[in-house]
């Protein structure tokens, strides 16, 4: 009975009398598993059992990392330049309480004339700055944002795309709809890809789209004609999916240079798509990039639905590699004949170090497609609202196009740009509407912005619908809707070249531009010069940051034909 530590000197498995006894940590059963398992079965069990230790202690410790020391090593260093923000909840940041904070907000009834609508929009500037002044930061997930409101500092960092590169929650968002492209690449391969594109989106070359576009527009107010005669004279028209309808065949057409039977079931199955993406971001944890990795109902949605949107483009490709290889033809100067030709590695203007693969093709297809009609008709569909709620200036507006056009409004791109009036009321929606409320940037390495020590790692947030909206900039009356403080250039309208930027500015700024300007000018043209139309009492102001900055129920609007004396 007394202590004999020397009896173990063989190990537990050879001292077989003692083995039996040794009941102390319940080892009997233990130990008979292991009886007449060789030495090598042994080894190779603590091996394996070291090596899954290993890997789940890695895998805990990179979590570690990720979600509590990364995130309280920023906060430090940003608190000691005398940044302050909310306590953050490892996981989910602060994501809860910006969207609990939203979901009132959202639950508040509007005026149309009511542009204060930042909280509903932009809920954590409001939610934060009031608490913490304008040096703020908070978290989403275990990414640590910074909001930088000073044109200048927003200047240096849309200047420097090796530095400040696109960030993971907007490429998350982007990326559930279209994967790798223009839209959420950097570096080199982003340098490539915008050489490929940019000469299709010049000034010179979408003039030759005028007449498509204008083709476009007339059948479908053909449409409207007919229904408004059928109707009796008015009819109430929900004309965000009307105008969407004419931007989706003006891009198809850049696209495909056609719309077939399978451009349209791309753009239902994209429509889809978005829609299904626009659901799932009203969900807080969804802006977290983890949680696209779970089988939840909507993730397995996306994934169906993008397996679709690819399948239709394959055979959107796969007929036009059998058409140009039949008819001994080149495969077409759309966007798609120019992508199938440097992806056969023919030179494509100055551009030949960029090869793009089929799934590049896959990509930018969706990317223009998305960025081509959902941004532009969601703005026009703005600027409609507002001409119907202010119409001294749909006055304005339908009398300077008679003017430049002529009665028959015969248009091209020189008298597109002499309406001056369309042009402002154009900048005053961009500036209360912002599509694209805020962009995201995260730093590369560690650097200075100003005076501002910014490390690796962080993530910049340039809030574009605050600084639209900042008094300081734009003067007292800036939630007024006034397309006369443009009336001498946007220099004049706003204290700062940098606090007019719906497009964006510098190298990555949108590259559709043009192209949304030109469509919007010609649309509203268009429409001013045959009907008159105001708001319908079946209007509900609901604006909804989804994707975009949103008519969440539509635009729903009175239209009647213009008496013959002014169309
Ligand atoms: C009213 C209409 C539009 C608005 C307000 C708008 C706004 C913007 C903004 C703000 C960005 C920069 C985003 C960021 O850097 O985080 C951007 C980028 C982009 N836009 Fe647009 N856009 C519009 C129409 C279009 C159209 C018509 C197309 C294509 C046909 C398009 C394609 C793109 C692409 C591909 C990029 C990424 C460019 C790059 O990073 O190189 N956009 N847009």
Redesign the pocket.
Known sequence: MLPHPLRFWQGLVQTKTIVRNFNTFKMGSVVDLFQGVSIWWMLALVTISTLITMVVFHKVHSLVIKFWWTPLKLRKTMEQQGWKGPKFSIFVGNILEIFKFRKGELSKDLGIRNFDIMSRVYPQYVLFSKKYGNKVFYNVGSDLIIIVTNPSLVKEILLDVGTYQ?ARP?IFVLSALVGKS??TMNGEE?VNH?QVFTPTFRVEVLKGLVNKITKSVTLRLDIWEEKIQDAGGLMELEVRYDISIITMEV?SH?LFSNSDQKTKQLFIQLKALFGIVNQAITNPFFIIPEYSILPTMNNRKIVNLKQEVDKTIKQIIEIRHTQARANKTSYGDDLLGLMLKNMDGEKVGNMIKCQLSIQDIFNECK??FL??FE??ST?IAWTMLLLAEYPEWQEHACKEILEVCGPNIEMDTSKLNQMKNVGMILNEV?RLFT??PR??RVATKDTKLGDIFVPKGLILEIP?FQIHQNPTLWGEDVMEFNPNRFAKGISKACQDPQGFI???FGP??????N??MLQ?KLIVAKVLSRFQFSVSPNYIQNPQYLATLTPKFGVQLHVKKLPPSTS
């Open positions: 696109k907007s223009l839209l982003w915008r891009i850049m990317a223009f960025g081509g941004t532009t703005f961009h599509i694209l962009m995201l574009t719906p497009f964006s990555r700024y949108c590259i559709g531009q192209l949304a919007s």
